[in-house]
T-cell receptor
Framework: SQKIEQNSEALNIQEGKTATLTCNYT??????LQWYRQDPGRGPVFLLL?????KEKRKERLKVTFDTTLKQSLFHITASQPADSATYLC???????????FGKGTTLSVSS | NAGVMQNPRHLVRRRGQEARLRCSPM?????VYWYRQLPEEGLKFMVY????????ESGMPKERFSAEFPKEGPSILRIQQVVRGDSAAYFC??????????????FGPGTRLTVL
């Protein structure tokens, strides 16, 4: 079955630095990979989707890369701010396309 | 344009009671998904429904759990004879119908179920 691992449970960085989060997956070659943000006590919020034929996707201060050879996605937040502090989830659909499989998430803390 | 709505936001039940969780998808969305998040664990898929049809229930326990999405009204996740291990946050998500099934999903705020 598909498996997703987000290597770091927690990441602490200083304001203004770039945060880099890692997502690795096994046993599956997804056509799409998604990133969500979840704040405490709230539901996940969609951030970015990247397709297998896209190496990189950007949205404002966010950048996602997708390396299908390494089976890895990197999620970058540039010029990080305390408001970026949250848990970031990597997700991909199962092979049937009927369910999102989520990693456990990386909790980012940005200190001022 | 209201987002995905879930109610109640918090639900307390005693062991053996029934829990009913409701989800109204975003306007125009006909696909509904239910996920469960246990403390310190990730989101786990439970069931995927379209109007009046269960498409994939592979993540849902075979006993005590059921889900429906009727032609009219919200989607319901029903847990019968709750046990302490059912205590979790239950999230509903919706997505629009599309030829490409790999859409992003829009999540509700969740229902936090506590079983005493």
């Amino acid at each position: 079955s598909q498996k997703i691992e987000q290597n770091s449970e927690a990441l602490n960085i200083q304001e203004g630095k770039t945060a880099t989060l890692t997502c690795n997956y096994t046993n599956y070659s997804p056509a799409y990979l998604q990133w969500y943000r979840q704040d405490p006590g709230r539901g996940p919020v969609f951030l970015l989707l990247i397709r297998e034929n896209e190496k990189e996707k950007r949205k404002e201060r966010l950048k996602v890369t997708f390396d299908t050879t390494l089976k890895q996605s990197l999620f970058h937040i540039t010029a990080s701010q305390p408001a970026d502090s949250a848990t970031y989830l990597c997700a991909l659909y199962n092979q049937a396309g009927t369910a999102l499989i989520f990693g456990k998430g990386t909790t980012l803390s940005v200190s001022s | 344009n209201a987002g995905v709505m879930q109610n109640p936001r918090h639900l307390v039940r005693r062991r053996g009671q029934e829990a009913r969780l409701r989800c109204s998808p975003m306007k125009g969305h006909s696909h509904v998904y239910w996920y469960r998040q246990l403390p310190e664990e990730g989101l786990k898929f439970m069931v995927y429904l379209q109007k009046e049809n269960i498409i994939d229930e592979s993540g849902m326990p075979k006993e005590r759990f059921s889900a429906e999405f009727p032609k009219e009204g919200p989607s319901i996740l029903r847990i019968q004879q709750v046990v302490r291990g059912d205590s979790a946050a239950y999230f509903c998500a919706s997505s629009p119908p599309a030829a490409d099934s790999y859409n992003e999903q829009f999540f509700g705020p969740g229902t936090r179920l506590t079983v005493l």
